[in-house]
């Protein structure tokens, strides 16, 4: 890593700059002006360029597809420059219409900071979180300050047809869908925060090209030297069809556990496993396994480890080739949970629901029922069957199918 807030601007280097990045624009690869050509922003830059990134907390949990444009961000703080995190405290609570064929429901104050929190905690071991690295904002520290004013001042920025043409808002509109007051003001805002940071460069997915293209035109505005926008690629979830989502079920998500996270990346399509090493790793591409699956498997390995470990990337591996073998002693560096402080007598279907193997007690009643469920190899077709004591279950492992399974640790 380069020293204290040195610039790495080795032409040769720009690699980093390109990686899996679907867009920059402005884009004049042949142009030495500084405004035009973000290579010749970085090699002019007399300071670490300010790289600014938004998040809204509308949600829990973040996702391997919303790990991308992180992973860009990790990857400016290499190259000597400042990375600043907006965490949309303000703008969450309106939340960003983009992609949305209806009204979002907004959330309350409250909501959105139990989010964020979740949110910086699993982003940890991607970005550098050290002091001259980043800068973490709330943009309610300046949205929640403006005057009728300033926001009428906003809105004169912009017309209404600019703001139709938007994608989301032009179907809606042509459905006759209802589209409100406060949605306009959420690329404006979003757009401010850019002013408010004095942004050199913004990361977003390609759908935020919009949101970006509004933070260039209020920086002229106000004055400020307009800012680069450059756009990572919405990553297809593990099917290999469809983008990566929580509510699909394609998903691989940042909080969960080593032999969670393993066994759905040993199974990524075929199609998209290139994909995945440009966008999620910094592998070399041209150094990659020959055979399919051994990619799935170093791939698998790779990510975990980014995430858990190398030593648990390893036992998730070995854990899961035991059972996929039906060797359930050798699965004993399954992952752990702890039944130390569980209530007892505990039944079945809630100790799958704990050990989150199935994601709710009626889940793991339907598992069961269907006979996918097994205690140390052993299926178990009782619904309603209880444990009295943490010894039934101690050391034993507990599994949903071929690739769900922890060890019980007393």
């Known amino acids: 890593m380069p020293a204290e807030h040195s610039i790495d601007s080795s032409k040769s280097s720009f690699s980093w700059l390109w990686r899996g990045t679907s867009e920059v624009f402005p884009n004049q690869p042949d142009s030495t002006d500084p405004n035009e050509n973000i290579t010749q922003r970085i090699l002019q830059a007399d300071r670490p360029l300010r790289i600014k990134f938004g998040i809204d907390p509308t949600g829990s949990d973040i996702h391997l597809g919303h790990s991308i444009v992180f992973r860009k961000l990790r990857s400016f703080q290499d190259a000597g420059h400042k990375a600043v995190l907006i965490i949309g405290d303000f703008t969450a609570r309106i939340g960003d219409p983009t992609g949305k064929s209806e009204v979002r429901k907004q959330l309350t104050a409250e909501q959105v900071a139990q989010n964020a929190q979740t949110y910086l905690d699993q982003v940890r071991p991607i970005l550098d979180f050290s002091l001259e690295k980043l800068e973490i904002r709330y943009n309610s520290e300046w949205l929640s300050k403006l005057h009728l004013d300033k926001i009428q001042d906003l809105l004169a920025t912009m017309t209404v047809g600019q703001m139709l043409a938007k994608e989301g808002f032009a179907e809606r509109y042509e459905k006759q869908t209802p589209i409100y007051l406060h ?60 983008k990566m989502s929580k509510s699909l079920g394609n998903y691989v998500g940042l909080n969960e556990s080593a032999q969670e996270m393993y066994n759905k990346l040993q199974k990524v399509a075929d199609s998209q496993l290139t994909n995945y090493y440009e966008l999620l790793t910094n592998l070399p591409l041209d150094q990659l396994p020959e055979q399919p699956r051994d990619r799935q498997i170093n791939l698998a390995l790779e990510v975990v480890t980014q995430y858990h470990g190398a030593e648990a990337a390893q036992n998730a591996q070995q854990a899961a080739s035991a059972v996929a073998g039906g060797n359930v002693a050798e699965a004993a560096n399954a992952e752990e949970f702890s039944i130390a402080l569980m209530q007892f007598p505990v039944k079945l279907f809630y100790l799958l629901s704990a050990t989150k193997l199935c994601s709710s007690s009626s889940e793991a009643r339907r598992q069961i029922q269907g006979k996918a469920v097994k205690l140390d190899g052993q299926p178990i077709d009782n619904v309603d069957l209880t444990f009295n004591q943490p010894e039934e279950l101690n050391g034993k492992i507990l599994q949903v199918g071929k690739r769900k399974f922890v060890r019980l640790v007393a």
């Open 183 to 242: 949605e306009f003001l959420y690329p404006l805002m979003q757009g401010y925060d850019s002013v408010a940071v004095e942004a050199d460069v913004e990361l977003g997915g390609t759908d935020q090209k919009f949101n970006l293209a509004v933070g260039r035109d209020l920086q002229r505005h106000f004055g400020q030297r307009p800012q680069f926008g450059l756009l990572m690629p919405i990553l297809i979830g593990i099917d290999g069809v469809q």
